[in-house]
């Protein structure tokens, strides 16, 4: 057996196992920033509908409507893309299996599907290109290699697959995939097996993701801490923002705020039984506040957000004073 196929052999093996496993209780986070990032925009649960263009396969186009399963695995080192569909395109039943090199600086795929002669090979690799996620690889057509591209783009509680194939020079649409996510699906990069219920580690993770996602002006990965009609607000002031959508332009959308944020947590407490939290935070944009917040969990993510802040020159230690703890 070659060194290609061997290593093949070992990653269907893998996969397949953590398969098995996805029903079960685990606490999965990703395993580096690029594996946290890709988990952030796909981990959940998603209702499919695939489009095919015209073509040698689909003389009149065709279609299929299914589901996805979207989850971390191998402690949070691979990504496993389950979906399976049915329709006029015919059956499609399989998964993909994505991973960080971190030598190479590239993500690799592998690909499982039902099909009779081939149905695992490697995917070529992929990267990010701005806030599009893309796989570049090759088919062979009439005996020639040929080049292919998957990509991936994100709006809030949805993502598009649009996979392409060269056709003399130019990329050409093939199949266009529209996924939506599930409302109350599994969206986080923990799978906690736990009804939506979040433990005061997660909890933690989650404020700590927004943190992270505010910090570097991602403004798609804070949205997607907060459900879908989540509620904002700041007392005494009466302006309510409501629901993932408006958030997303509030946290400065598609190219974020124009300067630069900055938020640190100082103390984080969870009552899992009520699944509501509270943190003490710092918060920079323009001016700078101390604050704390409290939060309501509902299916893992944020419903409930009401914000109290002072604004404040003095540091954390400063303005906390002799209370420390």
Request: aromatic share 12%; proline share 3%.
């Amino acid at each position: 057996m070659t060194s290609r196929a061997w290593y093949l052999a070992v990653m269907i093996f893998c996969t397949s196992f953590f398969l098995q496993k996805l029903g079960k209780a685990q606490e999965l986070t990703a395993a580096s920033p690029e594996m946290e990032r890709l988990a952030r925009a796909l981990v959940g649960d998603w209702n499919t509908v695939e489009t095919m263009e015209p073509g040698d396969e689909w003389p009149r186009g065709a279609s299929r409507e299914g589901t996805a399963k979207v989850r971390l695995a191998s402690g949070g080192y691979t990504l496993v893309y389950e979906t399976r569909s049915d329709g006029s395109a015919g059956k499609l039943d399989g998964f993909l299996t994505i991973w960080w090199d971190k030598n190479a600086k590239l993500y690799y795929f592998v690909a499982c599907f039902n099909h009779p002669d081939s149905p695992c090979h490697m995917r070529g690799t992929a990267h990010w290109e701005g806030e599009r996620f893309v796989n570049d690889y090759e088919v062979m057509v009439d005996g020639k290699k040929t080049p292919c591209r998957d990509t991936f783009s994100f709006t809030p509680g949805n993502h598009k697959l649009v996979a392409s194939m060269d056709s003399e020079g130019v990329m050409k649409t093939i199949i266009t995939t529209d996924a939506r996510r599930v409302t109350g699906g599994s969206h986080t990069t923990a799978a906690s097996g736990k009804d939506g219920k979040l433990s005061a580690e997660e909890f933690n993770g989650l404020m700590k993701r927004l943190e992270r996602a505010w910090n570097s002006n991602d403004a798609k990965g804070a949205a997607d801490c907060f459900t879908d009609d989540a509620v904002y607000s700041a007392p005494p002031s009466g302006r309510i923002r409501r629901g993932r959508a408006e958030l997303f332009a509030f946290f400065g959308g598609e190219r974020g705020r124009p300067r630069p944020m900055h938020m640190e947590w100082h103390h984080l407490v969870f009552d899992e039984g009520t699944q509501i939290g509270a943190g003490e935070y710092t918060f920079s944009y323009d001016l700078q506040t101390h604050g704390m917040v409290i939060i309501k969990i509902r299916d893992e993510r944020i419903a409930n957000w009401r914000e109290y802040e002072q604004e404040s020159a003095a540091g954390w230690e400063e303005a906390v004073g002799a209370n420390k703890f």
